[in-house]
């Protein structure tokens, strides 16, 4: 399976601003994915990111408020723009592992103010 | 449409005894199934998988899963809890001409009381 960090692993922003969250996989992937987890709630994909191309965004979601890079093929990153408290949430980058399964990264706990 | 439900929020057991999380599923042809457990601050970790055959599955930590068409349901199971068991678990399904696409139910907060 793969290994995969994210930063920062929690943070407290103000409404209004940004934060960009990194995620770090050990091995080459072709797609890394976003999803957001909400108090209470299951996880929802933001979006799937190839290396190379434009990220490929799930309805209700769009890049002008989550920008996301995939500058090569064991990072991306995904900024959650003009934050408001809404937007607080668990947000996990995952990969494909084998043929079926995900490996999910421990989260970015991210609240705003 | 696709979707997962958990019907129970939160499913209490006391340590020693079997433990049941239940998952059922719609899905347009046939599922590929998953359970995922999240611990506290921690990202999900894979627990098990169906793709085909075997309707009993096993995972890590002694978890098991039935499989079962008829009744659209996967549920997650063991014999034996453990107070270490305690956590939220999510069932997974992902559609056979969609790699990419998991759909998640809403999570099942299992506590193992001693």
């Known amino acids: 399976s793969a290994v995969i960090s994210q930063k920062p692993s929690r943070d407290i922003c103000q409404r209004g601003t940004s934060l960009t969250i990194q995620c770090q996989v050990d091995?080459?992937?072709?797609?890394m994915f976003w999803y957001r987890q909400q108090p209470g709630q299951s996880l929802t994909l933001i979006a799937t990111?190839?290396?190379?191309?434009?990220?490929?965004?799930e309805s209700g979601f769009v890049i002008d408020k989550f920008p996301i890079s995939r500058p090569n093929l064991t990072f991306s990153t995904l900024t959650v723009s003009n934050m408001s408290p809404e937007d607080s949430s668990i947000y996990l980058c995952?990969?494909?592992?084998?043929?079926?399964?995900?490996?999910f990264g421990p989260g970015t706990r991210l609240t705003v103010t | 449409a696709q979707s997962v439900a958990q019907p129970e929020d939160q499913v209490n057991v006391a340590e020693g005894n079997p433990l049941t999380v239940k998952c059922t599923y719609s899905?347009?042809?046939?599922?590929?199934l998953f359970w995922y457990v999240q611990y506290p601050n921690r990202g999900l970790q894979f627990l098990l998988k169906?793709?085909?055959?075997?309707?009993l599955v096993k995972g890590s930590y002694g978890f098991e899963a039935e499989f079962n068409k008829s009744q659209t349901s996967f549920h997650l199971k063991k014999p034996s809890a453990l107070v270490s068991d305690s956590a939220l678990y999510f069932c997974?399904?992902?559609?056979?001409?969609?790699?990419?696409?998991?759909?998640f139910g809403s999570g099942t907060k299992l506590n193992v009381k001693p």
């Open positions: 995952s990969v494909r592992g084998g043929l079926h399964e995900q490996y």
């Open positions: 091995s080459q992937v072709t797609m």
């Open positions: 990111a190839n290396q190379g191309s434009e990220a490929t965004y």
């Open positions: 899905v347009s042809g046939n599922p590929y």
């Open positions: 169906y793709i085909t055959g075997d309707n």
């Open positions: 997974a399904v992902r559609p056979p001409n969609n790699f990419n696409k998991f759909y």
